[in-house]
């Protein structure tokens, strides 16, 4: 499948979901009660993987892609860091702190399968743009 919109790239709709979850575990009361700078961070870290998503997408290049990939990675790491912190001090329960953990994971994951697939196309261009053009021997 030819990917045209951002709204193609798989590990986007999947930083999308992880998106929601965290917007869904911030506005219950156990977790405002703990204070909004751990929902600003948390929240700011799961917008981040979808935008440095979107903006690799939108940038010039794989190079470009690959390295805004790499931001939305560790964005996702982030928010399972912030998910620790908010689980150990009760803002969230082990079951939501679990499903938000793996769909960080999951998204990870699929940041990871795009960046070997980027990368293994750049190098596939670099060795053929190396190879010497084969001449046409005239019959």
Request: net charge positive; hydrophobic share 40%; proline share 2%.
């Amino acid at each position: 499948m030819k990917i045209t919109r951002f709204e193609d790239v798989e590990c986007w709709q999947e930083a999308r979901t992880l998106t929601q979850m965290v917007f869904a575990s911030v506005s219950e009361p156990a977790f405002r009660a703990k204070g909004f700078r751990l929902i600003d961070q948390i929240t700011g870290a799961a917008i981040s993987v979808m935008n440095n998503i979107v903006e690799g997408f939108d940038g010039q290049s794989n190079a470009e892609f690959i390295r805004f990939l790499g931001y939305a990675r560790r964005s996702a790491s982030e928010v399972q860091t912030c998910a620790y912190v908010a689980l150990d001090n009760g803002a969230m329960q082990q079951l939501q702190f679990d499903a938000m953990y793996q769909q960080a994971e999951k998204t990870r994951r699929m940041i990871d399968g795009f960046l070997r697939y980027l990368r293994a196309h750049r190098e596939l261009k670099q060795a053929q743009r190396a190879q010497p053009a084969q001449q046409v021997q005239p019959a």
